[in-house]
C-alpha cells in the first residue's frame, strides 16, 4: 500500500492543558518524521488548545452525538467538534460501546454524520478475550464491522483492537493480527469494492515502542491506534520511528 502508515494516539481521559508539553513534543517529532501521518485524539476540552499548539499532527475527536444538534445534554455534534478543531473522530472504540451501550448501528450513524461534514473517522472494532477463546473472533469482528461500517468509506480508517489488549500490555501473536486483518480486508472490498482496498486498518491494544516494528510489519497493518503509550512524547515518539524505518 502507497499511503503513509497512520500512527494515532488516543488519549481518553488523560489531559489537561499541562499535557500540551507532550503534544509539542509530539508534534516536533512529526516534523522530523514526515514519512508517518501522525495525529492525536485528546479530550474534547483540549481540541482547540492542541489545535493552536500543533503544526504537524492531526487532531482528532474520541467521540460525537449522530445529531447535529438537539436535546442532548452534554453530548457533542461532529460540526461543533470540528469547529472546536478536530479533523476526524474516533467511533465504536470497545469502552463507549461498554460504557455508553454503543450498538453497531449508533457507530454507523455517527461515522455517516461525521463523513457528512468531511471529517476523518477511524472505526474501531475487535473481540473480548471470551470470543477469542471461542475460536471464532474473526466471524464475531467481521461481523461487527459489517454492520458498524457507513455506506461511503471517504476519509475512512478502521482500528481492529482486541479488546483483551487493551491496556493490558498483551498482544495477540503476529499471525493471528495478520490473520484478522486479511479477513477485515474482505469485509471491506465486499462493500466498497476496489476503494476498500484503500481503507487503512489500524492496529491498537498495547502498542508500544519495543514491539511496534513487529506489529507495523504485518501485511495489511496500515498504522496503530495507541492508547497508554501515546500520552508522553518518550513513549509515542519511538513508535512514531518505528513507522518511519518501515519500507
Ligand atoms: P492501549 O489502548 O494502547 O493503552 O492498549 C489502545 C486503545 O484503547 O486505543
Known amino acids: 500500500m502507497s499511503q503513509r502508515y497512520y500512527i494515532v494516539g488516543n488519549w481518553k481521559m488523560n489531559g489537561l492543558r499541562s499535557a500540551m508539553t507532550e503534544a509539542r513534543a509530539i508534534d516536533r517529532a512529526a516534523q522530523r518524521l514526515p514519512k508517518v501521518e501522525v495525529a492525536i ?29 438537539g436535546a442532548h445534554t452534554g ?11 478536530a479533523d476526524f473522530v474516533i467511533v ?21 454524520a461525521a463523513q457528512s461534514i468531511d471529517m476523518g473517522v477511524i472505526l474501531c472494532c475487535g473481540e473480548s478475550e471470551a470470543e477469542r477463546d471461542s475460536g471464532e473472533a474473526e466471524e464475531i469482528v467481521a461481523r461487527q464491522l459489517a454492520a458498524s461500517l457507513p455506506d461511503g468509506c471517504q476519509r475512512l480508517s478502521v482500528a481492529y483492537e482486541p479488546i483483551w489488549a487493551i491496556g493490558t500490555g498483551r498482544v495477540p501473536q503476529v499471525s493471528d493480527v495478520a490473520a484478522m486483518h486479511r479477513r477485515l480486508r ?6 466498497y469494492g476496489d476503494a476498500g482496498a484503500d481503507v487503512r486498518i489500524l492496529y ?20 496503530a491506534l495507541v492508547g497508554g503509550a501515546s500520552l508522553t512524547a518518550d513513549g509515542f515518539v519511538p513508535i512514531i520511528a518505528a513507522a518511519a524505518e518501515q519500507d
Open 41 to 69: 485524539a485528546p479530550p474534547a476540552t483540549l481540541i482547540a488548545t492542541m489545535r493552536e499548539g500543533v503544526t504537524h499532527i492531526g487532531v482528532g475527536a474520541q467521540n460525537c452525538h449522530m445529531a447535529e444538534k
Open 75 to 85: 453530548d457533542l455534534s461532529a460540526q461543533m467538534l470540528r469547529e472546536a478543531g
Open 92 to 112: 465504536g472504540h470497545s469502552e463507549r460501546r461498554a460504557d455508553h451501550h454503543e450498538t453497531d448501528a449508533d457507530v454507523k450513524a455517527k461515522a455517516e
Open 186 to 191: 474482505t469485509v471491506l472490498t465486499d462493500k
Open 204 to 223: 491498537g491494544g498495547s502498542v508500544k515502542g519495543d514491539n511496534a516494528a513487529e506489529l507495523l510489519a504485518v501485511p495489511d497493518v496500515g498504522g
